[in-house]
């Protein structure tokens, strides 16, 4: 396994969370993930696990994970709270300068 830079559990879960979203068709496998974060596939097992419990990542029917729709989900409801306060502050603009 190839050295990498050390990494605590929390900073491993929001990596495994990139990497997964990178083939959210196929999924990625354990073997994969560990080999990208530079640890065993028992720890990446036990992380998978934790982000599945958390519905954020899901197994598939070919043995790899992939990151589940609830990643989209709060994509999209980030985007819908800037376009609100986008539009709130420009109203408030529109307040102040007298339009």
């Not at 990497?19 to 080999?35: P, R, T, V, Y």
């Not at 990151?67 to 109203?91: C, D, M, W």
Request: hydrophobic fraction near 40%; glycine fraction near 6%.
């Amino acid at each position: 396994m190839p050295k990498m830079p050390k990494m605590n559990s929390q900073a491993r879960l929001l990596r495994l969370v990139e990497l997964l979203a990178e083939d959210i068709l196929q999924g990625k496998s354990n073997k994969d993930l560990a080999s990208s974060v530079g640890k065993t596939h028992d720890i990446i097992s036990r992380d998978l696990a934790c982000l599945k419990e958390a519905g954020w990542a899901e197994p598939l029917p070919n043995r790899n994970w992939r990151i589940t729709p609830a990643f989209g989900q709060l994509s999209h409801r980030v985007a819908a709270r800037f376009q609100q306060e986008y539009l709130h502050l420009k109203n408030e603009q529109g307040r102040f300068l007298g339009h």
